[in-house]
């Protein structure tokens, strides 16, 4: 469905992306993952057509479109904040789409006034159509977006951070309904994000970027589980590091909160520091005896919770080890 090879992009002298290689399958719904700056918006514009990279290719459905404008693309898009023609009443706004169409894609007024009602169906805003966008919440207004984007048919869906501007609670509604969405349509479709929870619940595969470089693509699952850079262990859920030991050249060794075995004589004591609950397990904060290092341990929260000053022994069962360098080395932690 899409490849793009080598994708370039320079603002002056600053290089914002260095040779993206991406393939995505048809109905995938892909997540751009990666903190603010590292290049997402950069990407999906160029795949959009709105912005032209300096080197490398797009291709859309065996298609080279690097040098086709985005009128002629046929993709949808979403931002953060695309907004709705204020004048227009939400009908209107949706059909806005077809209503620009020449020749033999011109449908009729009354054709466009049946699409848009189909689509406010879709987007679950049915009867809401004669309403002016000053007149719907935060999260409807950003669903009469996504009918508008959907109304042309599009070929591919890109949404920039469309629930960006939401509060936590709406967010979560509408990323559940956007995945049944997805489901039901089948659209292909790449969502950019911050939101490390936001990627691993919506996306058949995350890619992640950083500093205009994608780092790992995986499914969810094993971007969370198996890092292969200290990046993506650091920005994807939430990692403790040690240095570790017998590395010539130095390295670390990362491990989530919960992948460690309480021992009577560990490697490792925590010296407790705070604590509080974090959903069903404990969650103990310090600093290592011995190396002052910062960690936070997962404890089963069946038992009491830890005290202040309470020395942990722990030893991590389940680890990733990196080079000074940055790469991955296989096999014992340590
Ligand atoms: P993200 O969406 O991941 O936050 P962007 O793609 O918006 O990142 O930006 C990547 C980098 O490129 C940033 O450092 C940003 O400041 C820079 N950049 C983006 N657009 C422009 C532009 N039009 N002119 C100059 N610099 C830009
Ligand atoms: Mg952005």
């Not at 049915?126 to 984007?149: C, I, K, T």
């Not at 240095?243 to 670390?252: D, I, Y």
């Not at 038992?303 to 991590?316: K, M």
Request: glycine letters at 12%; aromatic letters at 6%; a neutral charge.
């Amino acid at each position: 469905m899409i490849h793009l090879r080598g994708i370039t992009k320079q603002f002056g002298d600053y290089p914002a992306l260095h040779g993206i290689d991406l393939d995505v399958a048809p109905g995938e719904f892909i997540a751009l993952l990666g903190p603010s700056g590292s290049g997402k918006t950069t990407l999906l514009r160029i795949i959009a057509g709105l912005e032209f990279q300096d080197g490398g290719t797009v291709q859309l459905g065996g298609e080279d479109v690097s040098r086709m404008p985005v009128a002629d693309r046929h993709v949808g898009f979403v931002f953060q904040h695309y907004a709705l023609f204020r004048h227009m009443t939400v009908a209107d706004n949706v059909a806005f789409g077809l209503s620009v169409r020449r020749g033999k894609h011109r449908m009729a007024k009354a054709a466009r006034q049946a699409r848009a009602e189909e689509l406010l169906r879709l987007v679950q805003l049915e009867g809401l159509g004669s309403r002016y966008p000053g007149q719907l919440s935060g999260g409807q207004r950003q669903r009469v977006a996504l009918a508008r984007a959907l109304a042309i048919e599009p070929r591919l869906l890109l949404l920039d951070e469309p629930f960006g501007a939401l509060d936590a609670k709406v967010r979560k509604d509408l990323r559940r309904w956007l995945r049944d969405l997805h489901k039901q349509v089948g659209l292909t479709s790449i969502f950019v994000t911050h939101d490390q929870e936001e990627a691993l619940e919506l996306a058949d595969r995350v890619v992640v970027m950083n500093k205009g470089r994608i780092e790992q693509i995986g499914a969810p699952d094993a971007v969370y589980m198996n890092p292969e850079t200290p990046f993506v262990s650091h920005f994807v859920g939430e990692t403790n590091r040690l240095p570790a030991q017998g590395l010539s050249g130095g390295g670390e060794i990362h491990f989530r909160p919960h992948e460690i075995t309480l021992a009577t004589d560990g490697a490792e004591a925590l010296i407790v520091d705070n604590v509080f609950r974090k959903g069903a397990v404990w969650r103990a904060e310090g600093l290592l005896a011995g190396s002052g290092q910062f960690v936070e341990l997962d404890l089963p929260s069946s038992g009491d919770a830890p005290r202040l000053g309470e020395t942990i022994r722990f030893n991590p069962h389940r680890a990733r080890m990196f080079t000074a360098d940055g790469d991955q080395i296989q096999g014992e932690a340590r």
